[in-house]
């Protein structure tokens, strides 16, 4: 991970942009696209995508606005990761889209609501923060590790291959 | 969060489908698509969808093998919700992929290697899970809430809304 670059940007722009994710939030919920969630990435101070929550008309549960617009981020730059990119949100990222943000390398993020506004809303945010802290074996959704001889195989041959990708 | 069905699967039919898990994974590797990563997603007793780990591939920090598994699957069925699935993955899914099975809702998730066996890989899975339990202001990547005086409006709309699919 690389460490975070110094933050040109004032916060004056940074409540403008986050102003930006409301708009998309509402404009979402108005169009009837999907839940009442904004997100936009910016890059050297540019905004290179933005998505509104795309659940329901996409039938894909993973289409949270940050996940929408860090996948058209990554097009855009044609990069794998976002070190240079500034994610501001409607609201405080789910669990999914925090480990997004992690994968993406993403430098900082701002949001407007929290996981508990969201909560107060009818969605699942914090209950699965609750639950992401528990033992596998103790969540909501059973989740069982079950050891077979050859499961290490895939990590080995990944160690071992001269011409991979890391990412 | 709709409770667990009962479980008619034996322990030998979850063997084979892991099993089939982990050969996606090692299959990803060495055709050089992604990481060292598979999953399959079974309803009824038949496989509706499977992924290896498309990131580097595809240019998609989050087409980890769960999520494009779960897409697959959502489209298969036409449904946003996978209540009736089980979901086999090589490795105990990250805090993303994690986050993904509760908003689809998935019955139960059998996982071959640990969040400890990727991190030996290189991998950031346990990291992950180390930043996420972490108040936002604190983790590696930098998150900030500015609260801004319209911040619940999507929120307002959304529940003032009658004409809403809600997931």
Same mark, same amino acid.
């Given at each position: #991970? @690389? ?8 916060? =004056? ?5 986050? &102003?930006?994710?409301? /708009? ?11 839940? $009442? %969630? ?11 995508? %933005?998505?509104?929550? !795309?659940?329901?008309?996409?039938? /894909? ?10 996948? =058209? ?9 976002? $070190? ?9 990222? !789910?669990? #999914? !889209? ?14 407007? !609501? @929290? ?24 969540? @909501?959704?059973? #989740?069982?590790? *079950? ?5 290490? @195989?895939?990590? *080995?041959?990944? &160690? ?8």
């Amino acid at each position: #991970m @690389s460490p975070p670059l110094p933050d040109k940007s004032t916060k =004056k722009e940074h409540i403008r942009f986050l &102003q930006q994710a409301i /708009d998309i939030a509402n404009t979402n919920v108005h169009t009837g696209i999907g839940g $009442p %969630y904004g997100a936009l990435i910016v890059h050297n101070g540019n905004i290179i995508a %933005y998505s509104g929550n !795309c659940v329901t008309s996409s039938l /894909d549960p993973t289409a949270h606005a940050e996940i929408s617009a860090i996948r =058209k981020a990554c097009q855009s730059l044609q990069n794998f990761h976002l $070190p240079d990119c500034i994610l501001y949100s409607s609201c405080e990222p !789910c669990p #999914m !889209c925090l480990g997004a943000i992690y994968w993406a390398r993403i430098r900082q993020v701002f949001y407007a !609501c @929290s996981r508990f506004d969201a909560s107060a809303a009818g969605f699942d945010d914090l209950f699965i923060y609750q639950e992401i802290a528990k033992h596998p074996e103790q969540r @909501s959704i059973p #989740m069982h590790h *079950i050891h077979l001889p050859n499961a290490l @195989s895939p990590f *080995i041959s990944w &160690q071992n291959k001269e011409d991979k990708t890391p990412y």
